[in-house]
T-cell receptor, first 111, second 117 residues
Framework: KNQVEQSPQSLIILEGKNCTLQ??????????LRWYKQDTGRGPVSLTI?????NTKSNGRYTATLDADTKQSSLHITASQLSDSASYIC??????????FGTGTRLKVLA | AAGVIQSPRHLIKEKRETATLKCYPI?????VYWYQQGPGQDPQFLIS???????DKGSIPDRFSAQQFSDYHSELNMSSLELGDSALYFC????????????????FGPGTRLTVL
């Protein structure tokens, strides 16, 4: 069964601190993996995309990693800001038209 | 750059009424997806269309129907509304045809918040 699981479910950190979000998937076939940021009441916005051959990709303070062998991905946020407070969703593309959403991690950054 | 447009942004209906949500994809995008997101939940895939044909079906209730029109916009029709239908409904679009590629990205609209009273 195609599944995408994320951990932790929720996370509270202080502004300026770093954090790492995890995503484990069992999706086949695998096309790519995206991390989305979703602010409350808004549509998800793509942060990074990882394909099978990529291990690390950065987008500003966001760095995503992918281990295709263990089917794990992580999103590292550096020097967190209050505006980073959002839900972070891992989405795996498993073939044409197939997008499997993770359970999401709700991040709260406190001043 | 043009984004995915959804209308209306907010909708209030009463139980057993009907509702129609509209989605206008990014120009040239050929695929539209509908998602339902309940409070504090993850988006749940409902249905998708590629070139005006249904391409995949998720957890869409029988009371709901959708279609994609010749101009690629899509409408989600919801009948016999129930309290549990209250949610954010997202539309996303992507380019899946030959002009697309394996890294096709879904671009999400701002969502329609449906409240059923």
């Amino acid at each position: 069964k195609n599944q995408v699981e994320q951990s932790p479910q929720s996370l509270i950190i202080l502004e300026g601190k770093n954090c790492t979000l995890q995503c484990n998937y069992t999706v086949s076939p695998f096309s790519n993996l995206r991390w989305y940021k979703q602010d409350t009441g808004r549509g998800p916005v793509s942060l990074t995309i990882m394909t099978f051959s990529e291990n690390t990709k950065s987008n500003g303070r966001y760095t995503a990693t992918l281990d295709a062998d263990t089917k794990q991905s992580s999103l590292h946020i550096t020097a967190s800001q209050l505006s980073d407070s959002a839900s972070y969703i891992c989405v795996v593309r498993g073939g044409t038209y197939k997008y499997i959403f993770g359970t999401g991690t709700r991040l709260k950054v406190l001043a | 750059a043009a984004g995915v447009i959804q209308s209306p942004r907010h909708l209030i209906k009463e139980k057993r009424e009907t509702a129609t949500l509209k989605c206008y994809p990014i120009p040239r995008h050929d695929t539209v997806y509908w998602y339902q997101q309940g409070p504090g939940q993850d988006p749940q895939f409902l249905i998708s269309f590629y070139e005006k044909m249904q391409s995949d079906k998720g957890s869409i209730p029988d009371r709901f129907s959708a279609q994609q029109f010749s101009d690629y916009h899509s409408e989600l029709n919801m009948s016999s509304l129930e309290l549990g239908d209250s949610a954010l409904y997202f539309c996303a679009s992507s380019l899946e045809g030959l002009a697309g590629g394996p890294d096709n990205e879904q671009f999400f609209g701002p969502g329609t918040r449906l409240t059923v009273l």
